[in-house]
Structures are given as C-alpha cells and as structure tokens.
C-alpha cells in the first residue's frame, strides 16, 4: 500500500493511502471470459499486481480499469459479444480511451479489418491495423521462437504462436513491438501498440514469461 510521509512537531507520522492511490497501485483489469485461456491471464495478472475480474456482462466491463481479451476462436468470440451484448459497449470504452491486451484472437479482435476471416465476423477496431487470421497455419503449424520486444529488458521473450494472426499493416501512431527474427516468416510483425491498446499474435500467458504483462499493468497504472 502506497504511504505519504507527513511531519508533524517534526515527528514523522505515516498517513493512510487514499482511495486513489491504492486504485492506481493495483488496478482493477478485466478478462473477457466468454471463451478462450481466461484461466491463464487471471493469474498472470495476479502474479503482476493486478485485481482481475471476470468480464461476461456490461456491468462488469464498465466497473474495470482496463480489459484483456484472451486467446481462443475469435469467430466464436465475436458471436459470443454479440450474444452477451458487449459488442457496442466494448467499442464505446475503446473509443474512451480504456487500455486494453489482446493475445492471439484478441489481437484479431483488436483489429480495425480482419483477412481470412468470416463475412458475419466482428472486429473493434481498437487499433489501426490489418490483421490475418491463421496466417501462420493450422495447429499443426503451431511453434516456438524468440523475439526481440520493445520496452522489455533481459534479454529475448520465449513466444507460442498457436493458430496464429500476424499484422501486415499498421496505420500511423501504432507502434510496432517485435517481429518474428528469422525463418520463412521472417520480418512478420506479432506485437504492437496503439496508444493503452497492446496486442500480440502470440500467447504470452503460457509460457511463464510475465513481462508483457507487467508492461500492461505498468500503462494501466499510467493511464
């Protein structure tokens, strides 16, 4: 809990955090739990000095701080939006200004068009970014490799990449945060930023790895 040093007759007394700061100090971030790894990114979350939450309900996405909309399929994801009637309200707290993760679907989620993807699919357009969908291949396909992320200190990430999208555009003001290093896919781009908006291809949550984690709750915290 966040302290203030106070001096009274020159005598240090600690007064309490107020609500506020302990607020900014751990966060209130949702995870849409509507299908998908939730289970995975509540506790990495947890690990990164976070209170997570379950989102399925427009009540719950409008009493968080931030969002992370977690890998799975993202066609049934965006039905299931449909369904629980979160589609409209998640794009309004987009527009707002709400930080929000997305791994794998989620990044397909976040994605202003979505290639290879269903006609009736829907998208959020939380970032300015073309996106394919199963670009990489089946789940057969699915691998491993190290990447170079921005912003991320000791050295390279371990990255999974099931079933997974890539970015092939990016409008201006998003950042681009890794690319694959080497090997046919070499120079594809699978992590960027948008303002509070991050969102990777593949899945940072199974791997033990939580520094993109800690870098979301850190931009949460700022925001």
């Known amino acids: 809990m966040a302290r203030k040093l106070c001096r009274v007759n020159a005598s240090p007394v600690v007064a309490p955090a107020t609500a506020v700061q302990q607020a900014a100090a ?11 790894d939730v289970r995975e990114h509540i506790a990495a979350l947890a690990l990164c000095g976070a209170d997570p939450v379950l989102v399925r309900r427009e009540s719950e996405l409008a009493a968080v701080d931030a969002l992370v909309l977690p890998g799975g399929e993202s066609t049934a994801i965006s039905k299931l939006l449909g369904v629980f009637e979160l589609l409209e309200p998640l794009r309004a707290r987009l527009r707002a200004g709400m930080p929000a993760f997305g791994s794998c679907a989620g990044m397909i989620l976040l994605a202003s068009e979505v290639l290879d993807t269903r006609p009736d699919a829907q998208h959020l357009s939380g ?92 931009l949460v915290r700022a925001a």
């Open 26 to 36: 751990r966060p209130t971030i949702g995870v849409l739990a509507l299908q998908g």
């Open 127 to 218: 970032i300015d970014m073309t996106v394919r969908r199963n670009a990489f291949g089946r789940q057969v396909d699915s691998f491993e490799t190290d990447l170079d992320f921005a912003g991320l200190d000791d050295g390279p990430m371990r990255a999974v990449f099931i079933r997974a999208p890539w970015v092939e555009r990016v409008g201006d003001g998003v950042e681009v945060l890794a690319t694959v290093p080497d090997g046919p896919f070499a120079g594809r781009i699978v992590a960027v930023r948008q303002g509070n908006v991050v969102a990777t291809s593949f899945h940072p949550e199974v791997t033990g790895d939580l520094r993109v984690h800690h870098l979301f709750v850190d």
